[in-house]
T-cell receptor, first 113, second 115 residues
Framework: AQSVTQLDSHVSVSEGTPVLLRCNYSSSYSPSLFWYVQHPNKGLQLLLKYTSAATLVKGINGFEAEFKKSETSFHLTKPSAHMSDAAEYFCVVSDTGRRALTFGSGTRLQVQP | NAGVTQTPKFQVLKTGQSMTLQCAQDMNHEYMSWYRQDPGMGLRLIHYSVGAGITDQGEVPNGYNVSRSTTEDFPLRLLSAAPSQTSVYFC??????????????FGEGSRLTVL
């Protein structure tokens, strides 16, 4: 079975400081991992994805994530937060051989001026 | 580009009423799905379809019905609404060839309240 745990339900940072959103996963097979972002009253948009190529994945808007198999983690980072980054972020896992995605419960990122 | 279009955006129902949430996509995607989003629970899969005439249940299918008569459309039916179905519903699609690695494209959501 696959599962994903987002370790923080809410993260608050100041504009210009680094962002770290933490995600641990459980998967029986080689997983594909994704981060999606949801701005208020909008649908979800793909930020980045890991699909067994390079372990450091770069996404849109300066975000990146590193796949660490030994730690079963896929944390999302950004060097410098911008006000427009305020949103909810979802870590998602998909096992090879399954069509269903499993979503984490989400982390709400607040960016203070 | 329209992408994935959901209607209505907002709906209020009384317990026991029925209604249909509409979803249409113009990307010729084989795979379409419905999720519900509840606070602190992420998104949970209700039903999905891998092509016209093919549907299957997801994690939380009870109380919902779907059909897929065309590639473009994937309506979600609530047969007898209950307060537990108060939620935000998202339709999402992707190309079936990218089933494990492909990007899901989401609609903007339909907020349903059942009184």
């Amino acid at each position: 079975a696959q599962s994903v745990t987002q370790l923080d339900s809410h993260v608050s940072v100041s504009e210009g400081t680094p962002v770290l959103l933490r995600c641990n996963y459980s998967s029986s097979y080689s997983p594909s991992l994704f981060w999606y972002v949801q701005h208020p009253n909008k649908g979800l948009q793909l930020l980045l994805k890991y699909t067994s190529a390079a372990t450091l994945v770069k996404g849109i808007n300066g975000f990146e994530a590193e796949f660490k198999k030994s730690e079963t983690s896929f944390h999302l980072t950004k060097p410098s937060a911008h006000m427009s980054d305020a949103a909810e972020y979802f870590c998602v896992v998909s096992d090879t051989g399954r069509r269903a995605l499993t979503f984490g419960s989400g982390t709400r990122l607040q960016v203070q001026p | 580009n329209a992408g994935v279009t959901q209607t209505p955006k907002f709906q209020v129902l009384k317990t026991g009423q029925s209604m249909t949430l509409q979803c249409a996509q113009d990307m010729n995607h084989e795979y379409m799905s419905w999720y519900r989003q509840d606070p602190g629970m992420g998104l949970r899969l209700i039903h999905y379809s891998v092509g016209a005439g093919i549907t299957d249940q997801g994690e939380v299918p009870n109380g919902y019905n779907v059909s897929r008569s065309t590639t473009e459309d994937f309506p979600l039916r609530l047969l007898s609404a209950a307060p537990s179905q108060t939620s935000v519903y998202f339709c999402a699609s992707r190309a079936e060839q990218g089933v494990y690695t492909g990007e899901l494209f989401f609609g903007e959501g339909s907020r349903l309240t059942v009184l």
